[in-house]
């Protein structure tokens, strides 16, 4: 039963592309269950009214009726940060956190008065299995809106680096599940031309196989005829031409359906190779879209964190750029000096615990001079730290000062005949160390001793 709705949706539905490949009775079907009161409920905004919020579970889906919506982020006060996309008639909305089954990835508000159609997030599911071409048709639009999405955060000017790696962390987030969305959908596709494919041809095998058998026996059939007519002499009672004419007639279907055969498989290999040139288009998108936030929003805030003293966030900015793929993480003497300068600039709380970033970048260092470098500057900090007791002091990833120090004489000693380890200059920690107690010097120079100089 249809809902009291004041909107006119079955004219919009009617027309709407989600079900244009429809014929006229599933379409008057499926309008009608889609408008019942079980299924959907519309609901009028006022300007300016928020729709949905940015971190709330989703478990519904939004077509616009009349009106127009944006989609922006929010700052840590609630103003508004950045625009994402702006929305009119037509267009659905939340479909991202329904079929990821996440929090709502943006907050929606109405730009201006709006009828909103809300749908039942498991009711549109049921939908989608039944008809996956309306979900396809979905994460291709979807796909469209966050390419544009896409150019909006490149031409965008941001305040602040927290505000940057917001934005940036959300645009990251949305180009993986267009991945993960366009996968569905080129699967989905290839499987239904599959399962075509493989009907077709089955089909066209089982016919050529009993058409060649046909054959055979009729050309057989036809050979032990001549036979015995030649033998009694009445070839009149057949007329072996016409006969021979249903033969070829029969082979000439065989070649055909072998030429539909060959048809339809390249047809599937050019359909294969057209999903994995987009597939790749769009890991290419991803991995463009990782190097300009790690260069330009993860690195530079890593490195103001540094400066500013805040060891915690260069942590999780260093955390954030490990998602994105060891091609990502700034690993180099630049870094590791200014995490130097830091932890021996004399200041009135003591020296800031940077453990937790270098025993991240311990494990990263891929060369024996950035190796030995966060090594060494991993324990003079704990040793730092802790002036009273450094040797039995954890790390911020649970290892101890000798732990710790056990790891770096194993990698030295399996360097040792290398030759690869250039002079590293420990001057400025050498000359710190000489203001500090005799315990923290003699920790100190167990650590440089293990040091290839």
Do not use: C
Not at 295 to 307: C, F
């Amino acid at each position: 039963m249809t809902s009291e709705k004041k909107f006119n949706w079955e004219k919009l539905l009617r027309r709407h592309p989600l079900f244009s490949n429809l014929d006229e009775a599933e379409k008057n079907q499926l309008i009608e269950w889609f408008l019942s009161a079980e299924v959907s409920e519309e609901e009028e905004y006022a300007k300016g009214s928020i729709i949905i919020t940015e971190g709330d579970l989703g478990d519904s889906i939004f077509l616009i009726g009349s009106g127009s919506v944006r989609a922006v982020l929010l700052d840590v006060d609630g103003r508004e940060s950045a625009i994402l996309s702006r929305l009119k008639g037509g267009d659905f909305f939340g479909e991202m956190a329904l079929f990821e089954a996440k929090p709502r990835a943006a907050t929606i508000i109405a730009d201006e008065e709006s009828t909103i159609l809300e749908v039942k997030g498991q009711e549109f599911l049921k939908l989608t299995e039944k008809h996956p071409e309306i979900e396809l048709k979905i994460l291709l639009k979807l796909s469209e809106r966050l390419r544009y999405t896409n150019e909006r955060f490149l031409a965008m000017k941001l305040k602040n680096v927290d505000e940057k790696l917001q934005l940036f962390n959300t645009r990251l987030e949305a180009e993986l599940k267009v991945i993960d969305a366009s996968l569905k959908a080129s699967q989905t596709v290839f499987e239904q031309t599959k399962v075509r494919t493989d009907e077709v041809i089955n089909s066209a095998e089982r016919s050529r196989s009993r058409l060649t058998v046909a054959a055979s026996a009729i050309g057989g059939f036809v050979t032990v005829l001549i036979a015995i007519f030649g033998f009694l002499g009445v070839k009149q009672l057949m007329d072996l031409s016409d006969l021979s004419e249903k033969v070829e007639k029969h082979v000439a279907k065989i070649e055909q359906s072998q030429t539909e055969i060959e048809k339809t498989k390249t047809e599937v290999e050019q359909l294969s190779t057209q999903l994995n040139d987009e597939l790749g288009g769009l890991y290419q998108r991803i991995d463009t879209s990782k190097e300009y936030l790690a260069q330009n929003v993860l690195i530079p805030g890593l490195r103001e964190a540094i400066r500013k003293q805040e060891p915690i966030k260069a942590r999780g900015l260093y955390q954030e750029l490990e998602k994105l793929g060891r091609d990502n993480r700034p690993v180099n003497l630049q870094l590791l000096t200014l995490v130097e300068v830091d932890i021996t600039t004399p200041s009135e709380q003591g020296p800031e615990d940077y453990t937790g970033l270098l025993e991240l970048i311990v494990e990263d260092a891929d060369t024996p001079e950035l190796k030995f470098r966060s090594y060494y500057l991993l324990l003079a900090n704990m040793i730092l730290l802790y002036p009273e007791d450094p040797s039995g002091t954890k790390g911020t990833l649970g290892k101890t000062f000798e732990e710790l120090f056990d790891s770096f004489a194993d990698y030295s000693k399996s360097q040792k005949r290398k030759a690869v380890v250039k002079k590293i200059d420990l001057s400025r920690l050498e000359e710190f160390f000489k203001g500090q107690n005799q315990e923290q010097q003699e920790l100190f120079r167990r650590v440089e001793k293990l040091i290839p100089t």
